[in-house]
């Protein structure tokens, strides 16, 4: 069982900026498509960035895309959001996901084998 573990939200301020790490357990870490979605209060859990195993192919969500970057260490297991001219509307739980499967990213989380707990992002105005 793959254990994965985030970190780094917070309380921040229209325009400022965050990084969340996810760091998970066990050894097949680096075959695994990573990817964040997050869950505002009240609205579905939506996709907000993918990376295949390699590091090579990312996708974004049209709301995050330009600001948020992901990326991983698959030497320190991790995953990375970075995220940049933080919104109001970027408020939510975070979650971080693995995809055992080979296909690539996946914007729908059906397919995710792995979650993690979430970490809490709030952004005021």
């Known amino acids: 069982q793959v254990q994965l573990l985030e970190s780094g939200g917070g309380l921040v301020q229209a325009g400022d900026s965050l990084r969340l790490s996810c760091v998970a357990s066990?050894?097949?870490?680096?075959?695994?498509?990573m990817a964040w979605f997050r869950q505002a209060p009240g609205k579905e859990r939506e996709f907000v960035a993918g990376i295949n195993w390699r590091g090579i192919s990312t996708y974004y969500a049209d709301s995050v895309k330009g600001r948020f970057a992901i990326s991983r260490d698959n030497a320190k297991n991790t995953v990375y959001l970075q995220m940049n001219t933080l919104k109001p509307e970027d408020t939510a739980v975070y979650c971080c996901?693995?995809?055992?499967?080979?296909?690539?990213?996946?914007?729908?989380?059906?397919?995710?084998?792995?979650w993690g707990q979430g970490t809490q992002v709030t952004v005021s105005s």
């Open positions: 066990g050894r097949a870490f680096s075959t695994y498509t």
């Open positions: 996901a693995a995809d055992r499967s080979p296909v690539g990213v996946r914007i729908i989380s059906q397919p995710y084998d792995y």
